[in-house]
């Protein structure tokens, strides 16, 4: 009754198909009954080719073979199916009459992973062979999972190399235009810079004396100096939030208030407008050294603007159009080395007056009446 018991909960669910490999009939016979008593499904041969032709064939998870068999013995037909990578999850165990020490070193070390030795103890079997079965579960349950991860891995590869792609091309671009610019086209799928009117502050600087130190010095010299200007320059145009749309040469111009609404930009532009002349002032120094007399002179105009994209198919750039950035190049024009100009409209909306100077209606080429013009105060 105990043994019935016992082998009762060596059942097999009936998924698994062994391969009875004996040249003794009655053997065979007695294994098969045996093991469909218990859920296997079975297939049998009678000496080491048959073997080999039903693996083929029938694909069994284990397989049960007899050491001494007519044709090929039991050990051979182990190194033959060991041979073949396709075969490496099947299990084997060896059936053998003898408990020879040399023999079943010679047929673990060809790849069997048991034996049973005859005559059979029931549930000693049924033990063996589900161990086996177990064993050879795990070993593709491990291979699926290193298969998977070798999959994620590859994917994950690809991924981060899409991602360091993308990173670059988002790093290059970043070099052609300002961080608003960068970020407004990476992070909108379509029509990232619709055309419309906004109010902004517009911010024009440019080099006084260049025209008279190009013609002096030979292009190494010059461009090296513009060099200097811009790194000093560009670092406080990105600190204030503002966006870069063009160099002119020996200047450029930045506005504040899009693509992005900036509260307060007025203030803003001024008082980045301050911070340039700030860090040029400790380039001025030099410059002097070399005689190159060279200085900054800023204009700042606040108003209404249509920005948008312009330009054509394969060159097109974010900028802002209208009489605002008119008068504030005029105004940086006018403006002496060191000194900021800024138009009434952008007086009345900064909150500090007291920073200004007024410096009276000036006549300003394009516009029909004269313009009031103040300008910063020294610090």
Known sequence: MTDISLQSGFDDSGSHTILVADDLADNVMILKTFLHHHNYRTVTAS????TLDALKEHSPHLILVDLNMPDMSGLEVIKKIRKDEAYDNVGIILLTASCNLEQ???????????YIQKPYHHIEMLARVQSVLKKHESNLKLIEVNKRLDEFNQDLEETVAKQVDELEKVNRLRRYFSPQVAEKFLNEEAAPFSNKRTEITVVFLDLRGFTHFAEQNDADVIMSTLSEFHSSVGPVI?????TLERFTGDGLMCFIGAPHAEEKHADKAV???KAMQEEVSKLVGGWQKKGYGLGLGIGISTGMASTG???FEKRLDYAAIGSVTNLSSRLCAMAEAGEVLVSEYTANNLKDKSQLVSKGKKSLKGFTDDVKVFSLKSQ
């Open 104 to 114: 079943l070193l010679k047929s673990f070390k060809a790849g069997a992973d048991d």
């Open 309 to 311: 994209t312009i330009g």
């Open 238 to 242: 990105f600190q204030f939030n503002a």
């Open 271 to 273: 008082d980045m407008a």
């Open 47 to 50: 000496n080491g080719q048959e």
